[in-house]
């Protein structure tokens, strides 16, 4: 069997938890999907994959032969790209739509890389929130989302990052530091939202589930505005760990609950169907996604911190 193709496929089930989505998505039938999976775990000799009435979980030799994997593809579709675009030059102009903060901590730190891989293409970005509409003008978007993006657009993943809680150590000394969820009821909650404000927090632990009402202190759709109140002891944020991340790290903020999980939110580039033809949409969704693959982001951003 194709050993590319069995790899992807173990990506794609990793990726989407379901092996019929994966095959789907490599224009494959159940059965043959089935059968791809079982001859690279008997090639192998590991079991990668388990399986129960629910879900799919990676096994440990399943997480380790994942990250080899993503990284393996990443490279060949980095050197497909470099291929390809010395065959046809891409040019024009890139329109970019992307939520502020993240295309100036993770997007335009890349730009002059793909500036020197695509030298005739010129990028524009727009600031927009994070789930806007794809106009027409708009050939790549960023869109954060915890469902199917919709009708009409293809889309490239590029992480998962989990939702976390964090305060500071000033304002936890003042208030106190919460213990379940349910404590969050007496605390001031730093709430987005873009893009609709939250009703209800929706948490699990090993099987428990809670839910507690939204009551926010401050409200914002910009994530950079709730994570300087954060910082200032306003309250206790509920955002992206993408956000918070080198708060958490250096201390200036500290996890909250993080034993508990709320819904993760999978990061993607967004474009119209009809302009994947493009050149220079298809040039720079390789090279972001390649990149994205290669970098530590999504483990760090999937990680549990230290209370």
Known sequence: MDRLTEMALFV???EAGSLNRAAGKLGLSNAAASRYLSA???RLGARLVERNTRRLYLTEPGQEFLRR??????DLQEAESTVNAAVAEPSGMLQLAAPLFFCVHHIAPLLPAYALRCPAVSVQVQAVPDTAAIDGDVDVAI???ASDPGQGVEFQRLAETRQVLAASPRYLKRAGMPRRPADLAAHALLIHTCPEPEDELHFTRRGEKTAVPVKGGVESNDVQVLRTAALDGLGIAI????VLYDD????QLRPVLDAWDLPRTTIDLVYPSRKHRLEKVRTFVDFMAARFARTPYERRWT???KE
């Open 12 to 14: 794609g089930v990793a």
């Open 40 to 42: 690279l775990e008997e």
């Open 69 to 74: 994997s993503k990284q393996i593809l990443a």
């Open 143 to 145: 869109r954060m989302r």
């Open 239 to 242: 955002l992206p760990a993408y």
């Open 248 to 251: 958490l790290v250096g201390g």
């Open 303 to 305: 990680r549990r911190f």
